[in-house]
């Protein structure tokens, strides 16, 4: 299955309509929290859980992260692959280019690899195009950031 298909699939399912407790509508805040119109109640879809872990733990391996929030490792590892999670500049880990292997901080090609022809052709858009890390890792930053690293590091 496509990513894009994958992604729009995973949107769909955690949409959260309904208050669990008075079956009000929910309220979409924004950062996968939502709010019930009546009784307050907040919620966190799995975006929502994976946001918060990394804004309360710092940086985590994916592994705990899906331990600790119930998330599939293939759901943290989309997110990061769509750009809607980033692994800050300084982490020991970044992702992969899919074409030339070298290191990015979110997406699924460097910007160098976006450039050509073949991927373009291929994906018809720009819209997987990851970011460069400025920095080279750096322990002492490394603590205050939110990254995570990859399956299997
Ligand atoms: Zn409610
Ligand atoms: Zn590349």
Do not use: W
């Not at 669990?20 to 939502?34: A, N, P, T, V």
């Not at 879809?45 to 391996?61: A, C, R, V």
């Not at 020991?92 to 050509?116: A, Q, T, V």
Request: net charge positive; proline share 4%; charged share 30%.
């Amino acid at each position: 299955m496509g990513l894009e298909r994958e992604l729009e699939k995973l949107v769909e399912k955690k949409k959260v309509e309904q208050c669990e407790l008075c079956h009000s509508r929910m309220k979409y805040l924004g950062g996968g929290k939502y709010r019930c119109s009546f009784c307050g109640m907040e919620v966190l879809d799995d975006f929502g859980k994976i946001k918060q872990f990394l804004e309360e733990n710092g940086p985590t391996p994916q592994a705990i992260i899906s331990q600790q929030t119930g998330v599939s490792l293939d759901k943290i590892d989309t997110y990061l692959r769509k750009g809607m999670v980033e692994i800050p500049d300084g982490s020991k880990f970044y992702l992969n280019c899919e074409k030339c292997g070298c290191e990015i901080r979110y997406g699924r090609f460097c910007p160098e690899c976006s450039k050509s022809e073949v991927i373009n052709n291929l994906r018809g858009s720009y819209q997987d195009v990851g970011e460069r890390p400025k920095q080279h890792y750096n322990p002492d930053m490394a603590g205050k950031m939110h990254f995570i690293n990859r399956r299997g590091n």
